[in-house]
Nanobody
Framework: QAQLVESGGGLVQAGGSLRLSCAAS????????MDWFRQAPDKEREFVAA????????YYADSAKGRFTISRDNAKHTVYLQMNSLKPEDTGVYYC???????????????WGQGTQVTVSS
């Protein structure tokens, strides 16, 4: 049974930083690309960033470019999202996902984590 567990969320002031982690188990991590999505209150879930199997290919939503960095450690079965210069509009629940099929600008999620809350105060 595949499981993705996010951690690292919290409350931070605008301009601050957070590093999210997502630990994977029950799947062949190095065979899966990984995505980060987020969902703000009363809004649809939206793509944030994605990384391919090797870690060399990364993709970002326009809102994340220049501020967020996605990375992965295949030996630790973990994907990270470093978030800098945070803004109140970055507030939401952040989810990691694992997939193998390219879906335009991210990999179609086959598995989802439970999410971690990020709150950015102004």
């Amino acid at each position: 049974q595949a499981q993705l567990v996010e951690s690292g969320g919290g409350l931070v002031q605008a301009g601050g930083s957070l590093r999210l982690s997502c630990a994977a188990s029950g799947l062949t991590f190095s065979n899966h690309a990984m995505d980060w999505f987020r969902q703000a209150p009363d809004k649809e879930r939206e793509f944030v960033a994605a990384i391919d199997w090797s870690g060399r290919g990364t993709y970002y939503a326009d809102s994340a470019k220049g501020r967020f960095t996605i990375s992965r450690d295949n030996a630790k079965h973990t994907v990270y999202l470093q978030m800098n210069s945070l803004k109140p509009e970055d507030t939401g629940v952040y989810y990691c996902a694992a997939g193998t099929r390219w879906y335009g600008h991210y990999w179609y999620p086959d598995y989802w984590g439970q999410g971690t809350q990020v709150t950015v105060s102004s």
